[in-house]
């Protein structure tokens, strides 16, 4: 079946603009999670979804960015007023159910430069 | 909190040599422990897990790990490594209580003809 897919694969932005980041999870994951990865650092994680519940938003580094996941599905990650340092992959990963034993589905990531 | 380390960031290793890449954990109650790999350009894709039991798990590709308590490590071996596996390996940390995962820093695997 289909996997975790990201789009764009690549977004390439100035300084200040604002960017959107989309995901889709494999159907029927009900949790979803956005990391970003630093050239050369691990993953960071950024936010988590799951079901209904209210997102955990622990990992969001500024309140510039934002995330949203509608109908249980799609979720996007918005970046306000882009900096240089917001340089990264973006990825997604999405999992059966919670719990720290499931196993996480990533997408290939969205590689986002901004100038 | 609970804590990765993967204190190597590069490994080179010749083809059809053995492989051992460290991870070391912090955590006080058995942990849940996973191996990932990045291919270049690639999202992470699970090599394998232990949750409890036999503490030598083997994964996909011909990959294992050990668990050893007393070390609190996590190690992943392979007997003989292909060109293929060129990669970026993470290790990650987990609990029952804890739905986000801890990863390491990644070890970088070149693999020389």
């Known amino acids: 079946g289909a996997g975790v897919s990201q789009s764009p694969s690549n977004k390439v932005t100035e300084k200040g603009k604002d960017v959107e980041l989309r995901c889709d999870p494999i159907?029927?994951?009900?949790?979803l999670y956005w990391y970003r990865q630093s050239l050369g650092q691990g993953l960071e994680f950024l936010i988590y979804?799951?079901?209904?519940?209210?997102?955990?938003k622990s990992g969001l580094p500024s309140d510039r960015f934002s995330a949203e996941r509608t109908g249980g599905s799609v979720s996007t990650l918005t970046i306000q007023r882009t900096q240089q340092e917001d340089s990264a992959v973006y990825l997604c990963?999405?999992?059966?159910?919670?719990?720290?034993?499931?196993?996480?589905?990533f997408g290939p990531g969205t590689r986002l430069l901004v100038l | 909190a609970q804590s990765v380390t993967q204190p190597d960031i590069h490994i080179t290793v010749s083809e059809g040599a053995s492989l051992e890449l460290r991870c070391n954990y912090s955590y006080g109650a058995t942990p849940y422990l996973f191996w990932y790999v990045q291919s270049p350009g690639q999202g992470l894709q699970l090599l394998l897990k232990y949750f409890s039991g036999d503490t030598l798990v083997q994964g996909i590709k011909g990959f294992e790990a050990e668990f050893k308590r007393s070390q609190s490590s996590f190690n992943l071996r392979k007997p003989s490594v292909h060109w293929s596996d060129a990669a970026e390996y993470f290790c990650a940390v987990s609990s029952g209580g804890s739905y986000i995962p801890t990863f390491g820093r990644g070890t970088s695997l070149i693999v020389h003809p």
């Open positions: 159907s029927g994951h009900t949790a």
């Open positions: 990963a999405s999992s059966l159910g919670q719990g720290g034993q499931e196993t996480q589905y």
């Open positions: 979804f799951q079901g209904n519940s209210a997102p955990d």
